[in-house]
């Protein structure tokens, strides 16, 4: 499966953006898809994560409760919806898809797509 991250920009703090990542080649909705950030000179960080079905979510600390994930598999894509942004949220956001876990480790091994840039400015 090929993946593509988009929807980044600019945004002050406390605004809001939608980022899309758009599968190609396999059934889709059988992935389970997680979000992830890279910061200039951090490690990749997880975001969160949607089960293939679409049903359970969860997500890190820093992000819960400001963060959502989503579905549309007859559109081969899943959205993070991000409110309440903060600078610190600043990063390349990533996506990456696994066919039989969506727990992080397994996620980072997965497919990965090109990232989106975030930048929020304080």
């Known amino acids: 499966v090929q993946l593509q991250a988009s929807g980044g920009g600019l945004v002050q703090a406390g605004g809001s953006l939608r980022l899309s990542c758009t599968a190609s080649?396999?059934?889709?909705?059988?992935?389970?898809v997680g979000w992830f950030r890279q910061a200039p000179g951090k490690e990749r960080e997880f975001v969160g994560a949607i089960h293939w079905n679409g049903g359970s979510t969860y997500y890190a600390d820093s992000v819960k409760g400001r963060f959502t994930i989503s579905r549309d598999n007859a559109k081969n894509t899943v959205y993070l919806q991000m409110n309440s942004l903060k600078p610190e949220d600043t990063a390349i956001y990533y996506c990456?898809?696994?066919?039989?876990?969506?727990?992080?480790?397994?996620?980072?091994?997965?497919?990965w797509g090109q990232g989106t840039q975030v930048t929020v400015s304080s």
């Open positions: 080649g396999r059934a889709f909705s059988n992935y389970a």
């Open positions: 990456a898809a696994h066919s039989t876990s969506w727990f992080e480790d397994k996620l980072r091994s997965g497919y």
